[in-house]
Structure formats: C-alpha cells, structure tokens
C-alpha cells in the first residue's frame, strides 16, 4: 500500500515551479527520518539501506536525499515495520492527515518545504509528542 508520493506534491498547481524544487521536499522525507530514528522501519529496509541509515543519523545526507534515494520519493507499508504501519495508518492517513495539519503548523506550506535539519528539528518535537499520544489512547 502506497501511503506517500513525493510526486503528488509537485502535481499540485500550488507548488512552486519545478526550478525552485531542487531545494525543497517532501512532507514525507521528515516523517521518514523521524520513524527511522524510532525503530519504526522494516527489516529489510534496514539492511537494504544500512549504510543510508547511519550517513541519515550522521546528518551526512538530507531527509529528503534519504527519501529519493532510498524510497523513490514514496513511502509504502514495506517501508515499515508492524507498529510503523500502524501509526503511520493513523497520522498520516490520506483522507484526513494530521501530519499535513502538524508540518503546516510547525513550518509552513507543505509544498515549500526546504530539505533541511532545521526544519526536521522544529518538528520532530511534536512528532514525538504525537507518537507518544498514539502509543497511550485514551
């Protein structure tokens, strides 16, 4: 199940023109990072894609350099391990995602997102703080 494509945002007539995205991302590449740093991947995806994980962790490569790389700019239920699909069906779901609500929120348009780990620093508190909401309901 495809859960993300980086290519719907630059479908989006809204988006910036296509020389302007070379800097930007997508929503998704911070969403990645962040679930890798949790243990939220498959097996497979760590050891397909080991040596991208700790140049990620090293902040040697971008989130969304990892999310091309690594997922063609799509984010899958392969992706992701049993809780990793589970959250990720709930927040990021594609008829009502919170996730595009929280990343608008926190840093602006989604379709004009720089690829940065500024950026991915100003969220990651609040994806933390979702994640630890989903973990507890109630």
């Known amino acids: 199940m495809k859960y993300d494509d980086a290519s719907w945002q630059y479908a989006n007539d809204e988006c910036p023109a296509r020389s302007a995205r070379s800097t930007m991302t997508s929503p998704s590449s911070f969403f990645l990072a962040w679930a890798t740093f949790q243990g939220l991947l ?79 620093d100003t969220l990651k508190p609040l994806l933390d703080q979702r994640f630890a909401q989903w973990l507890t309901p109630g």
């Open 42 to 120: 498959s097996r497979d995806f760590e050891a397909d894609y080991d040596a991208e994980i700790e140049a990620l962790a090293e902040r040697l490569m971008t989130p969304g350099a990892f999310l091309l790389f690594c997922c063609d700019g799509q984010l899958v239920d392969e992706d992701f391990n049993a809780r990793g699909n589970a959250f990720v069906a709930s927040y990021l779901n594609p008829e009502h995602s919170p996730y595009l609500a929280d990343v608008e929120a926190c840093l602006a348009n989604a379709c004009t997102l720089a690829d940065s780990w500024d950026n991915f």
